[in-house]
């Protein structure tokens, strides 16, 4: 298997990242017009049809179909779009959901029984002291709701990585079509949610009235975030080593940042700056920290 990636393919990781960061500034606009609730439905009824009609799904149990479906989806994007929803900025959304790779960590040690080296305990430790920075700022620019709320659906992907793990466990499979049919169980509980919490005159007068701005978010966080994000993703996760692929995703905060700027004029204090320092710090040392900490520990053994 190839370490380096070619040009061509760099410049699909490179795509990947803008269209996940960007997605950020396009809930905003989406959450402006259609309840929260709805939009997750609408996404994932886009996202499952008709793109099932064409792949056939693995050979993976139900209940994973379930599990990943009420984490990976109606969890996280239940959470995060309605934090978005309340005023949550979308660049520091984008920044906050990255702590799922430490909500992952602590979840396959306390489920998988996983160990932690040296490097992820200091980069939990790290972005563990920015979101306290981050969320001390809460305010008019950033209700802490959203910010909760967001950190709580950066859990809910973490979960939604558990379960992707014991996907895995299948063998290799398409993983393209496994998101495409797990997009299945996601629109009815969506649908639920939407009407105990907005009612239905509230759900159909937005179904109404949906404008061309509403109907071009949902696509795009459909088919060209979910579908073409992920399924380029899967192509490259399946070509290349993980720890070539997985640091790319530090860059989406980078992207997410600007456009809210950009877009919504979203403004960062001084503290929102240090705790986003500190954050990517922390997921930069859980990401690359790993042969500089077992060097250390080399060196120490050896010095004994």
Not at 64 to 70: A, D, N, P, Q, V
Not at 83 to 93: D, N, R
Request: glycine share 10%.
């Amino acid at each position: 298997m190839n370490t380096a990636l070619r040009p061509r393919d760099l410049a699909l990781a490179l795509l990947v990242i803008v269209v996940w960061g960007l997605n950020f500034a396009v809930i905003k606009v989406g959450v402006a017009d259609i309840p929260p609730m709805l939009l997750g439905a609408l996404r994932y009824l886009l996202a499952a049809f008709p793109a099932l009609l064409f792949v056939k799904p693995p050979k993976v149990p139900l209940k994973l179909y379930l599990l990943y479906g009420m984490t990976m989806a109606v969890g996280q994007f239940a959470l995060l779009f309605t934090a978005i929803h309340i005023g949550m900025p979308s660049g520091l959304a984008s920044l906050v959901l990255q702590s799922q790779s430490f909500f992952t960590l602590l979840l396959a040690a306390w489920w998988l029984r996983e160990k932690w080296q040296g490097n992820q305990v200091a980069g939990l430790a790290l972005a563990g002291c920015g979101l306290v920075l981050i969320g001390s700022a809460h305010g008019a620019s950033m209700p802490l709701a959203g910010f909760a709320l967001t950190v709580a659906a950066a859990a809910m992907w973490g979960c939604g990585n558990i379960v992707t793990r014991a996907v895995g466990r299948y063998g290799p499979m398409n993983q393209f079509a496994f998101i495409v049919w797990s997009s299945v169980v996601a629109p009815l509980p969506f649908v639920a949610l939407s009407l105990l919490l907005d009612g239905p005159a509230t759900v159909w007068a937005a179904v109404q009235h949906l404008s061309l701005q509403s109907m071009a978010a949902v696509a795009y966080i459909a088919w060209i975030s979910t579908l073409l994000g992920f399924g380029l993703w899967t192509y490259l996760m399946s070509r290349y080593p993980v720890n070539r692929v997985a640091p790319f995703t530090l860059l989406v905060p980078v992207v997410g940042l600007t456009t809210g700027w950009w877009a919504f004029g979203e403004q960062l204090l001084p503290v929102h700056f240090a705790g986003a320092g500190l954050l990517m710090a922390g997921l930069v040392v859980n990401v690359f920290g790993g042969p500089a900490w077992a060097a250390v520990m080399g060196r120490l053994r050896g010095a004994q």
